[in-house]
């Protein structure tokens, strides 16, 4: 198993930037892929990005592509979202999520929260206008 911690979070203006940090702890790292999520209020989970194991791959949802970057160390256990030109609409509680094994090739698996086993507590967005 694998334990997240999310920080990072708080309460900024529209078009300002933020950089969200996940700490893992337990298992070696090495082997887990890692996605954030988030969750506005009123509103399902929803899936942001997601990185492979070594780093290699990554994919966005369409609406924060070109504004936000996920990055991971796995020498420093940790997965990063650094978001920039940030919107109202992205005001939610983050979480940080991963799980064991390569990428799946499904579009619809990697953003499916099922799929992912382990989650952090989250940290709290809000874009003020």
């Known amino acids: 198993q694998v334990q997240l911690v999310e920080s990072g979070g708080g309460l900024v203006q529209a078009g300002d930037s933020l950089s969200l940090s996940c700490a893992a702890s337990?298992?070696?790292?090495?082997?887990?892929?890692s996605a954030w999520f988030r969750r506005a209020p009123g509103k399902e989970r929803e899936f942001v990005a997601t990185?492979?194991?070594?780093?290699?791959?990554?994919w966005y949802q369409d609406s924060v592509k070109g504004r936000f970057t996920i990055s991971r160390d796995n020498a420093e256990n940790s997965v990063y979202l650094q978001m920039n030109r940030l919107k109202p609409e992205d005001t939610a509680v983050y979480y940080c999520a991963a799980a064991l094994g390569a990428m799946p090739a499904s579009m619809r698996a990697r953003q499916n929260p099922n799929q992912w086993p382990y989650w952090g507590q989250g940290t709290q967005v809000t874009v003020s206008s």
């Open positions: 337990g298992n070696t790292f090495t082997n887990y892929r």
């Open positions: 990185i492979s194991s070594t780093g290699r791959t990554i």
